[in-house]
């Protein structure tokens, strides 16, 4: 009778780690807003897109995740001892990093798969007011950082305005709003990556991407279109990872969450 109990108790373990997982990303009422509230700044970022004149709204955030790919580009030539010359955002929502050294192995990909990385840790933050206070301290030190490499005013403005804005939502309403905005700035900054590598593979930009530079610097392996596809699942992962760390690890109602970032001083 051994085996048999011993078959009995494997499925009762079973079960029991299956309603865990189940119960663990089962949203709460605070968090099925959240989610509602995503798929609300997904849709409103998909139609105005590309919306003639109403696309201003957004152009904005667009140059703020410029910065962030373009960051992640240097941060990791950093970590490879690359010497950073200098980040620019232009006004056409594109971005160049100047580095001298480095490997490029690392730091091409770095900036599509950085900068949704950087996305979906916002919108997992963006779960709770708390990690939201920290998430915006992280996002500071990444603009504060590119403000350091910034070789023209428009990088500069992005910059100092962001941070002018986060110091303000973190003292308005106990952070509440600066929590929304994390998790915009998350779920835009995931959008954008997504897009960028898309247009890259079915518009074929003019200008040569981070796909088509690594393709020929692998060789004739796979191609950028491949190389796209690859990053563009991986930053997919990410978005949706981010979703649900943030369902499993922020439970806490709205009332305790404030607490919380209270109980901090915050």
Request: aromatic share 12%; proline share 3%; glycine share 8%.
């Amino acid at each position: 009778m051994a085996p048999v109990d011993s078959y009995e108790h494997y499925l009762v373990a079973r079960q029991a780690v299956q309603a865990s997982a189940a119960s663990t990303l089962t949203p709460t009422e605070d968090q099925k807003i959240i989610l509602i509230i995503i798929g609300v700044y997904t849709a409103a970022i998909l139609v105005l897109w590309n919306m003639p004149y109403i696309k201003i709204v957004l152009a904005p955030f667009k140059l703020l995740t410029v910065g962030l790919h373009e960051f992640s580009h240097a941060i990791v030539g950093c970590l490879t001892c690359a010497k950073i010359e200098s980040i620019e955002i232009d006004p056409d929502e594109g971005g160049v990093t100047r580095m001298r050294g480095g490997i490029p192995m690392c730091t091409l990909p770095a900036g599509y798969l950085g900068s949704s990385a950087i996305g979906a840790i916002l919108v997992m933050c963006g779960f709770n007011i708390l990690a939201s206070k920290i998430a915006s301290i992280f996002l500071g030190v990444c603009l504060l950082l590119t403000l350091w490499w910034a070789k023209n005013w428009l990088t500069r403005i992005i910059g100092v305005v962001f941070i002018g804005v986060m110091i303000f939502l973190w003292w308005l309403a106990h952070g509440v709003g600066l929590r929304y905005f994390v998790l915009f700035v998350g779920v835009m900054s995931c959008l954008y990556c997504l897009w960028d590598i898309l247009d890259d593979l079915v518009f074929r930009k003019a200008y040569e991407s981070d796909a088509s530079k690594f393709a020929k610097l692998c060789g004739s392996c796979m191609s950028s279109r491949v190389w796209g596809a690859l990053w563009f699942c991986i930053s997919l992962i990410f978005f949706i990872s981010g979703i649900l760390i943030g369902l499993a690890a922020f439970k806490e109602d709205m009332q305790t969450q404030q607490q919380q970032a209270a109980g901090f001083g915050w």
